[in-house]
């Protein structure tokens, strides 16, 4: 108890020194900005990864804004002021037409953008009665005066409801058409606003969650230039993209070469992150990893070939731009159940992505389940290894006859111990020929059943050297490094702060990641850190 009273006190006081930190440097920023006449502004917006607390994505949004005012380039921050309902993130899924919690959300907004020039989204609540007695499948559909609103919203449901299979019942389509009805108010808006502001581009948050989704449309609509963001590989980096964040698209050529000092680094961040020392986004997966037990190694032995099989997360996997051979993961899973049984003479061993069960976002439609339905834990070539379980994902693709992946990292990583990988889903690697990614549905079964049928299987070596050369152009390239400006929130896991900065640490002392940013915004130029 006194704990938990420390905890609250001292995030209150750490808020409150935040809140005076940004606004003294925004007042800094403010008076040392050159003003450019007839400069168009840039309108960035970011209401999807914070209520109580600054995100590392609103935080990158925020750097953006100040790096883009010291340019004497306007800028408009878009801010919600409870205009949604309800938001994504103050979604009750018991409740729907709970109101969400605008005000603490309100509250920070006034604190994080003080000083900015901002207008505030308060659209007036919509009414569409179209929308009634719509099934789930209708309100998918479902479009506004030519604004595919259904569409739109459905990844923000999907990733809310934890499920890609939306089950029909009177909470969802609750949920659906008051997200669809937020989203039409809020198109009516954006309308407004680019029409009268015309803006040069426009910034977002990763460009799925339906509020950001929806301004990026209707700015697309107009060929105006929309970036979106996303959090990168490595602890407090960025990822800035004019393409789709969530496909990550980077442009690298089979002509690519490492250097010596270039693999060492790569050597250095695969050795830490097979040994489970990484994180993302500020959240650690694995406080250890194990190594594998004599009891499952000899298992190992008793059959011709060990195939494992590395599945995903639902938002991850249920992005359209995913799911190219198989409508869903779970359409794949259950051909993986298929030659479970066809192939008795493999050890197949399914590994539920650990993300699955992280506490406040558990997968509600998981590999876990889906593996008790099938019932396949009553046949012996089969093992299921549930998220929490930490033992080597490595030791096992060193063992691995060939290894089967839908869309997760791990297949990238399995390229680079020189494992064969067959990849089911359109992923960031299959950009490039860094493993097996047959071209239909028909292919790729065939194309498995062959592998299965061989004694051994070697992939050419050029998978290997692609992998090595994607991810050290993910990790080190495209993910631009934040942490000169920002420090890890000592209360709230997973979120930031801003450090003690001056003007001249936004200008001099560390401007060069904030100068890619502002010139792949105004000027196209590759979002690329090369140090």
């Known amino acids: 108890m006194i704990n938990r009273v420390k905890r609250f006190f001292g995030y209150r006081i750490y808020r409150q020194q935040q809140n005076k930190r940004i606004r003294t440097l925004s007042d800094a920023i403010n008076r040392a900005a050159p003003q450019i006449e007839g400069e168009a502004p840039v309108l960035i ?23 883009l005012k010291l340019q004497g380039v306007p800028t408009i921050q878009l801010v919600c002021r409870a205009g949604m309902q309800p938001c994504v993130l103050g979604t009750e899924l018991s409740n729907p037409a709970k109101k969400p919690p605008c005000e603490k959300c309100m509250k920070l907004s006034d604190s994080v953008y003080a000083n900015n020039s901002v207008i505030n989204l308060q659209p007036e609540p919509i009414d569409l ?21 259904g569409e739109i919203v459905l990844p923000s449901l999907r990733w809310i409801l934890r499920r890609h299979h939306l089950s029909d019942n009177e909470n969802t389509r609750d949920l659906f058409k008051r997200y669809i009805q937020s989203a039409v108010s809020f198109y009516g808006k954006f309308e407004e606003i680019l029409e009268k502001e015309k803006p040069q581009a426009v910034l977002v948050f990763n460009g799925m969650f339906f509020p950001e989704a929806t301004l990026k449309w209707a700015a697309r609509k107009r060929d105006i230039k929309v970036i979106s963001h996303e959090v990168a590989l490595r602890p407090m980096t960025a990822f800035f993209t004019p393409g789709e964040a969530t496909a990550y698209p980077i442009d690298l050529s089979e002509e690519r070469e490492l250097t010596e000092e270039q693999d060492a680094q790569l050597d250095a961040y695969l050795a830490d992150r097979m040994k489970g020392d990484f994180s993302m986004a500020g959240i650690r997966f694995w406080p250890e990893m194990k190594g594998l037990d004599e009891v ?22 249920s992005q359209g731009h995913a799911n190219v051979l198989f409508s869903t993961m779970f359409e794949w899973l259950d051909s993986v159940a298929d030659l479970i049984h066809n192939y008795p003479d493999h050890l197949f061993i399914i590994r539920a992505h650990p993300d699955e069960v992280r506490p406040g976002k558990a997968s509600q439609e998981s590999v876990a ?12 070539n089969v093992l299921f290894v549930p998220a929490e379980e ?7 693709i060193q063992r691995a ?4 992946v839908y869309n997760s990292t791990i297949g990238l990583e399995a390229s680079i111990v020189g494992a064969a990988v067959v990849c089911a889903g359109k992923a960031r690697f299959t950009q490039i020929e860094s493993v097996y990614f047959p071209k239909n549905r028909m292919a790729y079964d065939e194309f498995v059943q062959s592998l299965l049928s061989m004694e051994e299987v070697t992939p050419p070596q050029s998978h290997q050297k692609n992998a090595r ?14 942490d000169a400006f920002l420090e890890n929130d000592p209360y709230l896991a997973g979120y930031t702060g801003i450090k003690e900065l001056s003007v001249e640490d936004l200008t001099d002392n560390h401007a060069e990641v904030l100068d890619i940013i502002t010139n792949g915004i105004l000027e196209g ?4 850190w090369q140090k």
């Open 469 to 482: 050369k994607f991810l050290y152009v993910q990790l080190f390239e495209t993910s631009l490094p934040m």
């Open 525 to 528: 130029k590759p979002f690329l």
């Open 296 to 317: 499952l190694l000899q298992r190992f032995t008793q059959y011709v070939g060990v195939i494992p099989v590395f599945t995903n997360v639902i938002f991850d996997t």
């Open 45 to 67: 917006f970011n209401a999807s990864t914070r209520i109580i607390g600054l995100s590392q994505n609103a935080a990158f949004s925020l750097l953006s804004n100040w790096a």
């Open 401 to 404: 006859k060939f290894v089967m």
């Open 129 to 149: 009665p179209e929308l009634q007695d719509q099934s789930i499948e209708a309100l998918a559909q479902f479009s506004h005066q030519g604004f595919p609103a």
């Open 390 to 396: 930490t033992f080597s994902s490595y030791e096992m």
């Open 369 to 380: 389940a889906w593996f008790a339905d099938r019932h396949l834990d009553d046949l012996p």
